[in-house]
């Protein structure tokens, strides 16, 4: 079956611009999550979905950053007035967690390569 | 504030040899995950570690968890170069996992 899919998997934007990346989680995966990969870091957890709404959104770092699920399915990333800063890779991943089962294992995305110039 | 802590963070090895990488983390948790990167990839799920003192093992590695001491290992038995990667612990804290910083790994003939 089809695993995680993002798109783009390179954006290049100037700085100051709007983005929005893209992920599609399995199907029949109800738990979705964001990351950001610096070079040379391990994933950093951005946001969490379960289902339609945000279970948790403490690691955007800031209002610039958004993510919506509204579907339960397809979220998309959305940055405003990005930043040098922002340029990293983003990846998502998804999960059966809250699905009855018992643990958390996440499959994860290729992941979007974010460059801001 | 939560840490995970891998080491070492770089390790170069010769082909046949053994090793065993090391995460230690801060906070309670009796789940534990093991994930390989190769580079410009997306992370692959290696192991799933669900209790203190389970051992999983595949090919030439072997994970292993101990709650207690909150702490997890990734041994490699007899390295080959299709081993050179990163590779990533990450702490199951129920809303999200928490990563470490990584080891890459080479593997030398």
């Known amino acids: 079956g089809a695993g995680v899919s993002q798109t783009p998997s390179n954006k290049v934007t100037e700085k100051g611009k709007y983005v929005e990346l893209r992920c599609d989680p399995i199907?029949?995966?109800?738990?979705l999550y964001w990351y950001r990969q610096s070079l040379g870091q391990g994933p950093e957890f951005l946001i969490y979905?379960?289902?339609?709404?945000?279970?948790?959104d403490s690691g955007l770092p800031n209002d610039r950053f958004f993510a919506v699920r509204p579907e339960g399915s397809v979220s998309t990333l959305k940055i405003q007035r990005t930043e040098r800063g922002d340029s990293a890779v983003y990846l998502c991943?998804?999960?059966?967690?809250?699905?009855?089962?018992?643990?958390?294992?996440?499959?994860f995305g290729p992941g979007t390569r974010l460059t801001v110039l | 504030e939560l840490k995970v802590e891998q080491n070492p963070l770089f390790l170069s090895m010769q082909e046949g040899k053994n090793y065993t990488i090391y995460c230690n983390y801060s906070?309670?948790?009796?789940?534990l995950y093991w994930y390989r990167q190769d580079p410009g990839k997306s992370l692959e799920s290696l192991f799933v570690?669900?209790?203190?003192?389970a051992v999983k093992q595949e090919g030439r590695l072997m994970a292993s968890l101990d709650t207690k001491a909150r702490l997890s290992t990734l041994h490699i038995t007899a390295a080959v170069h299709d081993l050179s990667a990163t590779y990533f612990c990450?702490?199951?804290?129920?809303?999200?996992?928490?990563f470490g910083a990584g080891t890459r790994l080479t593997v030398k003939p």
């Open positions: 906070t309670t948790s009796d789940r």
């Open positions: 991943a998804s999960s059966l967690k809250g699905s009855g089962s018992g643990y958390n294992e996440q499959f």
């Open positions: 979905f379960q289902g339609t709404g945000a279970a948790d």
């Open positions: 990450a702490v199951d804290l129920y809303n999200d996992m928490r």
């Open positions: 199907s029949g995966h109800t738990a």
């Open positions: 570690l669900l209790s203190n003192g």
